[in-house]
């Protein structure tokens, strides 16, 4: 490793040992991108003359618009978030019993099958991909399964075509978790356009947000009307209702904030394609720290940083180094960790999942994601790489600190 002699700080002078944070401020994962201010009022402006708020207003209509050019997909159906989106398309598309998922995702996922009693059955993930491995799936087949919802974790698409071919063989459902992955592509084609259909998420801490929000991205005509009367309580007239439906409206306010966010959306990729290069140099040469690689050769967002930290490599523990960047005012987090099948309910109801997860219970103690997008300067991105840098250096001198420490707190408790 390159002995970096600019180095800011000494381990002694580590914040979790009494330095001074590097940051006077806190640096978030997520912090929310934010397009034209001075178009943003505009937009709200004319909403609030034209006083029409929701229900399928012309902003809502030219977002969707615009998203399903964006995409190339026949419809995209704009919604109050990815959650409500994932439990809509689930029942539109008819899914009931088990539905086969990743545990390494947020736990919406999991959420929005069982939120309508259908379970969700765990399936491991590939450790070069994070995402869920295909060649588990088929094992995991019941009499009673319906569908499998894959996870394009981080913006990068599941394996699409080995999960194509055993949804049809088994005449199951198909669908994905796109929450991470718009504008990303998968095999030069975007991603909205895969199984039956596809759910984005644009909420705050993504990389295009609309404050809260979601879309259903599908190629489907019938599963796209049945979805439009589902979010609107199932009305097909105005007072006639066809289905159960409930409320997955979005706003007029946010579908304002995403065609101004839109008019940006070059520019947040851009400044995260750049943070995602400095991370990749400033990182490379450090032993037992691997920052997830994105292809190149597709469409992406590079929304997330995601470090994985080998402990026998690095001798520091990514829970430590979690702490010793906390108290630097750098909130790493350790998206997904544990793991869905860790969560309750589900770890009640299947205490021994993890049995058949050992690839999800081992890229959990390893993953950790850092900050980027356009609230993250070239300093900043620098400064977080020191301290990585710095502890895994002297990983020796930090554990023995953290051991006095410890120490010092057992005796000053006694
Ligand atoms: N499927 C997957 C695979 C997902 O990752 C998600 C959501 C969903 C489905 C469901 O999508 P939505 O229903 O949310 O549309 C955050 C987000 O709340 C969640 O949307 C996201 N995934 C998940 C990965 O991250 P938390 O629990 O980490 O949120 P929170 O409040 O800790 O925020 C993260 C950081 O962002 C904080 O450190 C502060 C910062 N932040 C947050 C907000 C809301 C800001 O700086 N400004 C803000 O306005 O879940």
Excluded at 206 to 228: M, Q, S, V
Excluded at 265 to 272: I, R, T
Aim: aromatic residues 10%.
């Amino acid at each position: 490793m390159e002995i970096d002699n600019d180095m800011k700080k000494s381990c002694d002078e580590l914040a979790l040992f009494g330095g001074t944070p590097t940051f006077s401020e806190k640096l978030h994962v997520g912090r929310p991108n934010i397009g034209d201010r001075d178009r943003l009022m505009q937009r709200i402006n004319d909403l609030l003359d034209r006083r029409w708020l929701t229900n399928n207003g012309p902003y809502v209509q030219e977002f969707e618009q615009r998203i399903t050019d964006i995409v190339g997909v026949k419809h995209c159906i704009a919604m109050c978030n990815a959650t409500i989106a994932l439990e809509i398309a689930i029942r539109a598309a008819g899914l009931t019993g088990e539905v086969i998922i990743p545990s390494f995702t947020f736990i919406a996922t999991a959420h929005a099958l069982q939120w309508q009693e259908i379970t969700p059955v765990f399936c491991d993930i590939d450790p070069q991909t994070h995402t869920i491995n295909p060649w588990r799936v088929e094992a995991l087949i019941t009499p009673r399964t319906t569908g499998i919802i894959g996870v394009h974790l981080w913006g990068q698409a599941c394996n699409v075509a080995a999960l194509t071919e055993i949804a049809q063989r088994h005449n199951l459902k198909l669908m994905f978790d796109a929450a991470h992955a718009f504008g990303c592509s998968h095999q030069g084609q975007m991603i909205g356009n895969f199984g039956d259909a596809e759910v984005f998420s644009f909420h705050a801490t993504k990389f295009f947000n609309t404050f809260e929000g979601g879309a259903i991205a599908t190629n489907n005509d019938e599963l796209a009307a049945k979805i439009r009367l589902m979010k609107n309580f199932g009305f097909a007239g105005l007072e006639q209702v066809d289905y159960i439906g409930t409320n997955g409206k979005m706003s007029e306010v946010s579908a304002a904030m995403g065609l101004t966010g839109l008019e940006s959306l070059d520019k947040f990729v851009a400044v995260n394609c750049s943070n995602y290069r400095q991370y990749q140099r400033e990182l490379r040469d450090i032993p037992g720290v691997k920052l997830l690689t994105y292809n190149q050769s597709e469409k992406c967002n590079y929304q997330y940083i995601v470090l994985e930290i080998d402990e026998e490599i690095t001798q520091v523990e990514r829970d430590r180094l979690v702490k010793i960047l906390w108290a630097e005012n750098i909130l790493a987090r350790r998206y997904f960790y544990p793991g869905c099948h860790r969560m309750e309910p589900y770890r009640s109801y299947f205490p021994h999942a993890g049995l058949l997860l050992p690839e999800t219970e081992s890229l959990g103690k390893r993953v950790l994601v850092l900050p980027t997008g356009t609230a993250v300067g070239t300093e900043e991105i620098s400064k977080i790489c020191q301290i990585i840098r710095l502890v895994v250096q002297y990983s020796y001198q930090v554990k023995e600190r953290l051991a006095y420490k410890v120490n010092e707190s057992v005796h000053s408790n006694k």
